[in-house]
Structure formats: structure tokens, C-alpha cells
């Protein structure tokens, strides 16, 4: 059995704030229950939640201005729900927080169904922003490397393939990474240069 989440919801109508409180216990869950939209910033900023449900429409705000708000802090992921159908609605959903879509009225197997998707596509989409994330470092470190190297192969006289060795020597003596030993190398020629200009 996966592990109770821990919900916040929010929406205009108490009739749906009840139904929540009711339904999302039965479905193995823990939910708060947030009255607008200031308050479900306060209460995901206490309590951290692990999803969002929340209405388009909020008492005193807008549910997407809400959730944008809470993810600036912490990424949580968003189940979006509205009683309009209209396809300026549903272009709005479209945010990188926002894992799934319910229209009104919900029932129970669909609120189910999007806490599945929306925890599994939470995950996904994490994952694929730490792997950009990784790619990104690693061309920044290549580049480091790399400019490392030629400082090397100009200042030591070696060609750029002995360099590269003498760099990996080094970085493996320190017990370091290549591209810290690279970043060191590159502020060390940054002094060189200013005392070479003094």
C-alpha cells in the first residue's frame, strides 16, 4: 500500500471543502483545508504538503496565482480543478506544477485516478529537470576542462593530451573533482593575468 499524502485543498465552495474532508481520508489520505488562497500559501508554507487540489477560482485570489506562489518556495505538485470547461481554463493548467485536470463535479474515482497521476507525473517531471540539470553541469564542467587544459598545455609547455593527463593526476591526488581543479587553474591564471598587467 503506498503511503498516506499528505493533501492541501482549497476552493470557493464549502459544500466541496466538506466533500474533500470526507473523501480524500477514505482514499488513504491526510488533507488540510485551506479557506482561499492566502491561506493555502500560509498553510503549504507550514505544513509542506506533498499535493495541492485547488480550485481555478479562490475566494480571494487566483488558484493558479496561488500555486505559482507556493512553487516559487517549494515544488509541489497541483491537481487544477474547475466547474468551466472552456479551453482558456485548460490552456491555463498548462504550468510546469500542474499534474492534472479535474472538471466539476468529481467523482471518486476520477479524484483517485489524478492523485496517481498527478504523484507519477510529479516524480517524471522532477527527474527530468535533474537530468537537464546534470547535463547542463556537465558541459559547464567540460568547458572548465577544457579552458584548464589550454592554460596548461600554454604555461607548462606540454601538448594539450599531456595536459589533460597532468590534470586528471592531480585532481585524483587531491582526492577531488576535475573540474574543481579545472575552476582553481582558471583563477589562478585570472591573477596571473592582473599582476601580469600591475
Known amino acids: 500500500m503506498k503511503r498516506p499524502l499528505h493533501v492541501a485543498v482549497a476552493d470557493s465552495e464549502q459544500f466541496m471543502l466538506d466533500y474533500y474532508r470526507d473523501l480524500l481520508p477514505r482514499l488513504g489520505h491526510e488533507v488540510i483545508v485551506a479557506e482561499g488562497g492566502r491561506h493555502l500559501i500560509e498553510l ?3 505544513q509542506k504538503p506533498d499535493l495541492v487540489i485547488t480550485d481555478v477560482t ?12 507556493i512553487n ?3 515544488e509541489v505538485p497541483v491537481i487544477l ?14 504550468q ?10 468529481i467523482k471518486e474515482f476520477d479524484l483517485a485516478a489524478a492523485i496517481s497521476l498527478a504523484q507519477a507525473r510529479f516524480q517524471d517531471w522532477k ?6 540539470a546534470d547535463l547542463r553541469q556537465a558541459l559547464e564542467d567540460r568547458k572548465l576542462v577544457e579552458r584548464a587544459k589550454g592554460i596548461v598545455t600554454r604555461r607548462v609547455n606540454v601538448p594539450e593530451a599531456e595536459a589533460f593527463r597532468r590534470l586528471r593526476k592531480l585532481a585524483s591526488d587531491q582526492n577531488r573533482r576535475l573540474s574543481e ?10 591573477i596571473f593575468d592582473k599582476l601580469d598587467r600591475s
Open 96 to 105: 510546469d506544477h500542474v499534474m492534472a485536470y479535474l472538471a466539476k463535479p
Open 58 to 69: 479562490l475566494a480571494d485570489m487566483d488558484g493558479l496565482e496561488a500555486t505559482n506562489e
Open 127 to 132: 527527474a527530468l529537470r535533474k537530468e537537464a
Open 44 to 46: 503549504c508554507r507550514a
Open 72 to 74: 516559487r518556495e517549494r
Open 181 to 190: 581543479v579545472a575552476r582553481d587553474i582558471l583563477d589562478s591564471e585570472e
Open 81 to 94: 480543478v474547475s466547474k468551466h470547461h472552456d479551453g482558456e481554463t485548460q490552456a491555463r493548467a498548462l
